[in-house]
């Protein structure tokens, strides 16, 4: 029997999610990329119990295969209800959930949770109306705002291997875009011409900020080129062409984002990442400001959970 996927609306909902859920249950947070997951035990407040971290992504769960994993998790955390962000809603995970569009804030998310089996949901994904999407990030944006990290109004990245830039209205997902920024840089090392004179250390330091220097000039697909050249030319170092690389990229994706002098942006990053793109932003003339992502998440989700459960 094919099984009818159902998007909660708050117009639909009669009782709070799970029948009979008082203010102090806990519930289980997954945040499920495609490589990896986290799981949190939160209670209402947004307090963590308990929580580990493993490979287990979407990527490395057979078809049919989330049902037994999420049994697992409760097995080892407890029978709460759970809500799961991320890769999880796509097409290569348990369920295509559909996204909402831009603006979108907690309220409207929480209002639209997927539920794929009995107290399970998954949170879904935003668009931006001019082509842009994303899963799991949107959480970490709403809880870095609504626990006190960045502002209401804010601009707000995500580093990574395709880094999100969000801006934020009255806390709110406004809209956003994405940089293939560390894809760019992998398919680099991997597979260009360039590969052989990458395999140098990436830290911040002259190397990098000559890179992001370089980017002001708008010939980006050039100035790479010339981080061969200069290799072979004996213009720069060898062992420094991967920081300069990355900061032509880097300087590249933060002008891009209109990072200029005064401009404030929040960082939810790691710290190598946050490193460079502090570095980066401060040499646009921007100011960057290291927010916890895993704090964030935590702080979104629990903000979504009370919104569904105090309807």
């Not at 799970?18 to 799981?39: E, H, K, Q, S, Y």
């Not at 407890?78 to 603006?103: E, K, N």
């Given at each position: ?187 680099l090392k991997q597979h260009s ?73 929040y960082l939810l990053a790691d ?37 569904v459960r105090d309807h």
């Amino acid at each position: 029997m094919r099984r009818r996927w159902r998007s909660w609306r708050f117009s639909s909902l009669s009782m709070p999610i799970g029948g009979d859920v008082t203010v102090t249950d806990r519930f289980l947070a997954i945040d499920w990329g495609t490589t990896n997951r986290r799981v949190y035990l939160l209670d209402a407040s947004g307090t963590v119990h308990e929580t580990f971290r493993d490979d287990r992504g979407v990527l490395a769960v057979g078809p049919g295969g989330f049902a037994e994993e999420v049994a697992a998790i409760r097995a080892r955390l407890g029978d709460w209800p759970v809500i799961a962000a991320g890769m999880v809603g796509s097409q290569r995970g348990w369920a295509m959930v559909p996204y909402l569009s831009c603006p979108s804030g907690a309220a409207e998310i929480a209002g639209a949770l997927h539920e794929v089996a009995p107290r399970t949901w998954i949170v879904p994904g935003l668009s931006d109306p001019r082509g842009d999407v994303m899963r799991g990030e949107e959480v970490q944006l709403l809880g870095a705002v609504s626990a006190g990290l960045a502002p209401a109004d804010a601009l707000l990245c995500q580093p990574g291997t395709h880094c999100k830039w969000a801006r934020m209205q009255g806390g709110a997902v406004a809209a956003f875009s994405t940089s293939m920024t560390g894809e760019m840089f992998a398919l680099l090392k991997q597979h260009s011409l360039l590969a052989e004179f990458l395999g140098g250390p990436v830290a911040d330091g002259p190397a990098f900020a000559g890179g992001v220097a370089a980017s002001a000039d708008p010939a980006l697909l050039t100035a790479l080129f010339g981080v061969r050249a200069s290799a072979l030319l004996g213009l720069r170092a060898v062992e420094d062409s991967a920081a300069h690389a990355s900061g032509l990229l880097i300087g590249s994706d933060v002008r891009g984002a209109g990072v200029g002098p005064g401009v404030d942006v929040y960082l939810l990053a790691d710290p190598m990442l946050g490193a460079l793109y502090t570095s980066a932003i401060a040499q646009c003339g921007g100011r960057a400001h290291l927010v916890d992502s895993h704090a964030a998440f935590v702080a979104g989700i629990a903000q979504i959970w009370s919104l569904v459960r105090d309807h």
